[in-house]
């Protein structure tokens, strides 16, 4: 098949227990990628026009809606703030529980620290577990985070400055939830 690619959306699909990253690679971009981190990150995908797209892939298990929740109350009562939670709205208390293990907090919201909470529980900043590549270039939680990815949860609040396709300003992120696990608690 022909090699195509690079382009197009990033797609982030967040389920219950774990979320989802995928997007097309420019070829070029992957001839210079260390072959661990080829065969754990990137898939060459057939398209129906003949083309063959490399395409940067992995599920982030544990960090879905479901897991992240109780990952961060669960870092909060580590920290010994399950009782002043800065990422719950002011004068709720209540339990959760996840996956067999129940966690409890009560809500002393403060945006400054329920960031720095956050940035914990994601494990910003921690080294890429796999070598080959600059350290840098993480996402969270020491994943690396595939070629043309510039990741910025570190230094800012958003999620990535991925580089626009040619004309655009930003690029095109496709965002998928766990509807259904948010819609099953209500009814």
């Not at 479901?66 to 800065?86: H, V």
Request: net charge positive.
């Amino acid at each position: 098949p022909q090699r195509c690619g690079g382009g197009g959306a990033v797609v982030i699909d967040m389920g219950g227990a774990s979320i989802q990253v995928a997007y097309a690679v420019p070829p070029a971009s992957v001839a210079g990628v260390a072959l661990d981190r080829r065969q754990e990150y990137i898939r060459d995908v057939n398209m129906h026009n003949g083309c063959q797209v490399p395409l940067y892939q992995h599920s982030y298990l544990g960090y879905g809606l479901l897991a992240a929740r109780a990952k961060t109350l669960e870092e909060a009562s580590a920290q010994g703030s399950a009782l002043k939670n800065p990422c719950l709205l002011a004068g709720w208390e209540g339990n959760y529980s996840y996956s067999g293990r129940a966690f409890h907090g009560v809500g002393a919201p403060d945006a400054a620290a329920c960031r720095r909470l956050v940035a914990q529980t994601l494990r910003l900043g921690a080294p890429c577990a796999s070598v080959g590549q600059a350290e840098g270039n993480c996402s969270f939680d020491g994943t690396w985070a595939g070629p043309g990815w510039e990741p910025s949860l570190v230094e800012a609040p958003r999620a990535a400055n991925l580089r626009p396709a040619a004309g655009r300003d930003r690029p095109t992120i496709a965002a998928c939830s766990a509807l259904f696990d948010a819609l099953r608690g209500v009814g």
